[in-house]
């Protein structure tokens, strides 16, 4: 998967150099903390899967239609199923309430490669493009550059064309679900397919859910929304849909600040929110908009395509 990082790099310009390679070498110290294949001391690692509950729901429903895979395996052995599953001995903590295994992966990584805007050039729009300073991005509109000084940098221009974007999509795919039976969403079929509907099938609850009519006038309209469920992300009200597109046209999916700190929806110390993307990825923006505006107007900003 490929996501969008905007990176702040305190940095001077030097006239006559290679703005690219510049960059690339004041990223590399700020990027390396979050490198994969960082090895660490071992330790536990409870999220090493993000639902237990899950994987082995996941795991049983496989073994059970494939027996051919779980020869030799307990499938009343919850530890030896996810052991197998996951393809490490997952133990458990009775003082956190969880499972675990024991790794020497990196608890910070976020990527396992990554360039300098790679698919997301022309991600920022800047006031003055013909700058030195400014990385160009944009083919189209030479205003879409990839990296500049966040003086250089329109942010609340930027801010409000993601928001007039957003409203127009909104209207579009509230006009295909209002002309269309109702659909459901995504997470609603998976969760009925976990129960045994679709012959437990998840596969078989996804292609349901993307035959639906209004989901199929939705992605054939071009408003399928990256890797989200089309209908759960349009079901918000209108001003929520469009003030989140607005408080996401300038951090991407994930913003690194000048002092190391990462930010994105699954890094959110002390939230005490719902854990679902939704809400997690209202609170990051929460987060990241403020600490992009506080920095000095001659910190740096460029956008990093990362691979996990």
């Given at each position: 998967?490929?996501?969008?990082?905007?990176?702040?790099?305190d940095?001077?310009?030097?006239?006559?150099?290679?703005l690219?390679?510049?960059?690339?070498e004041?990223?590399?110290?700020?990027?390396?903390?979050?490198?994969?294949?960082?090895r660490?001391?071992?330790?536990?690692?409870?999220?090493?899967?993000?639902?237990?509950?899950?994987?082995?729901?996941?795991?049983?429903?496989?073994?059970?239609?494939?027996?051919?895979?779980?020869?030799?395996?307990?499938?009343?052995?919850?530890?030896?199923?996810?052991s197998?599953?996951?393809?490490?001995?997952?133990?458990?903590?009775?003082?956190?309430?969880s499972?675990?295994?024991?790794?020497?992966?990196n608890?910070?990584?976020k990527?396992?490669?990554?360039?300098i805007?790679?698919?997301?050039?022309?991600?920022?729009?800047?006031?003055?493009?013909?700058?030195?300073?400014?990385?160009?991005?944009?083919?189209?509109?030479?205003?879409?550059?990839?990296?500049?000084?966040?003086?250089?940098?329109?942010?609340?221009?930027?801010?409000?064309?993601?928001?007039?974007?957003a409203?127009?999509?909104?209207?579009?795919?509230?006009?295909?679900?209002?002309?269309?039976?109702?659909?459901?969403?995504?997470?609603?079929?998976?969760?009925?397919?976990r129960?045994?509907?679709?012959?437990g099938?998840?596969?078989?609850?996804?292609?349901?859910?993307?035959?639906?009519?209004?989901?199929?006038?939705?992605?054939?309209?071009?408003?399928?929304?990256?890797?989200?469920?089309?209908?759960?992300?349009?079901?918000?009200?209108?001003?929520?849909?469009?003030?989140?597109?607005?408080?996401?046209a300038?951090?991407?999916?994930?913003?690194?600040?000048?002092?190391?700190?990462?930010?994105?929806?699954?890094?959110?110390?002390?939230?005490?929110?719902?854990?679902?993307?939704?809400?997690?990825?209202?609170?990051?923006?929460?987060?990241?908009?403020?600490?992009?505006?506080?920095?000095?107007?001659?910190?740096?900003?460029?956008?990093?395509?990362?691979?996990?």
């Amino acid at each position: 998967m490929h996501f969008a990082v905007l990176v702040a790099v305190d940095r001077r310009h030097s006239p006559g150099e290679d703005l690219e390679d510049a960059l690339y070498e004041a990223l590399d110290p700020l990027m390396a903390p979050y490198d994969e294949r960082v090895r660490v001391p071992p330790h536990r690692d409870h999220e090493y899967e993000d639902d237990w509950d899950g994987a082995h729901d996941d795991a049983l429903d496989f073994y059970t239609r494939h027996p051919e895979h779980a020869r030799g395996l307990d499938l009343g052995d919850r530890a030896a199923v996810l052991s197998s599953w996951v393809g490490e001995p997952v133990l458990w903590d009775d003082e956190v309430g969880s499972h675990y295994v024991v790794t020497t992966d990196n608890p910070r990584a976020k990527w396992d490669y990554w360039a300098i805007g790679g698919r997301y050039r022309g991600m920022l729009l800047s006031s003055d493009h013909a700058d030195p300073r400014v990385l160009p991005g944009g083919e189209q509109d030479p205003r879409r550059v990839t990296g500049a000084p966040k003086h250089l940098l329109a942010f609340a221009e930027h801010r409000a064309r993601a928001e007039d974007e957003a409203a127009r999509q909104w209207d579009a795919a509230h006009a295909v679900l209002r002309r269309n039976p109702p659909a459901e969403t995504a997470e609603a079929l998976v969760e009925r397919a976990r129960t045994g509907e679709f012959g437990g099938d998840r596969a078989a609850a996804i292609r349901h859910h993307r035959s639906q009519p209004a989901v199929r006038e939705l992605l054939g309209a071009g408003l399928e929304p990256g890797m989200s469920c089309p209908v759960e992300w349009y079901s918000v009200p209108r001003d929520e849909f469009t003030a989140t597109a607005r408080d996401q046209a300038v951090p991407g999916y994930a913003f690194l600040d000048l002092d190391g700190t990462w930010y994105d929806r699954d890094t959110l110390p002390g939230y005490e929110g719902p854990d679902h993307w939704l809400p997690r990825r209202r609170e990051y923006l929460r987060r990241a908009n403020p600490a992009i505006d506080a920095l000095p107007d001659d910190t740096y900003l460029v956008t990093v395509d990362c691979h996990v």
